[in-house]
């Protein structure tokens, strides 16, 4: 019984650490987030955001590489003060095995989005992505400016552009800080 408890206080003590900035539920207004895909430059790609019956958010579509494309994204504005306590984004997730990005601004205003790729399982799972790794990136093109070190977020983003025709679904339970 005293190794029970142990492990639980342990338990509950890794959790407390962190604190989740986004969850989707059933009562989620799906029109905070936004649908950007490479229809700004001529591509033909398609996606939506839903949620689903169990109150995940569900990224899903098809990106074509027709017409010089070959992407698809969902965005939120939203603003979330950062500490020096918290140096992970988590994103607890169920994807398709597919490689996803995941992007953050400093400031809606800039250009540049700076960026973290993951590979979902298939299974549901809890990415761990260090914020100071988040790159700079301008139209798919890697910058040589510093990485992320903003104070503050102001826009999440989940991107496809694999360099290939396909269909996706990203399941997205919640977005968190670590």
Avoid at 34 to 59: C, E, K, P, W, Y
Avoid at 60 to 68: E, P
Avoid at 73 to 79: D, E, P, R, Y
Wanted: aromatic fraction near 12%; include cysteine.
């Amino acid at each position: 019984m005293k190794y029970l408890l142990i492990l639980l206080t342990l338990a509950l003590s890794t959790e407390t650490n962190m604190k989740e900035v986004y969850t989707f539920t059933t009562q989620t207004k799906i029109n905070e987030w936004r649908i950007v895909n490479d229809g700004v430059m001529g591509g033909i790609s398609t996606s939506s955001l839903s949620l689903t019956d169990a109150g995940h958010g569900q990224f899903s579509g098809h990106v074509s590489l027709a017409n010089y494309g070959g992407f698809a994204s969902v965005q939120l504005n939203k603003t979330i003060k950062l500490s020096e306590q918290k140096t992970c984004i988590v994103l607890r997730v169920k994807g398709d095995g597919k490689a996803y990005e995941f992007r953050l601004k400093g400031e809606i205003s800039q250009p540049e989005s700076y960026v973290h790729p993951f590979t979902t399982s298939g299974e549901w799972e809890n990415i761990k992505l260090p914020i100071s790794e988040f790159y700079p990136q301008f139209r798919g093109r890697k910058l040589n400016s510093p990485n992320f070190n903003f104070n503050s977020i102001e826009q999440l983003s989940f991107l496809i552009a694999n360099k290939k025709e396909e269909d996706f679904k990203l399941l997205i339970d919640w977005i968190g800080l670590e």
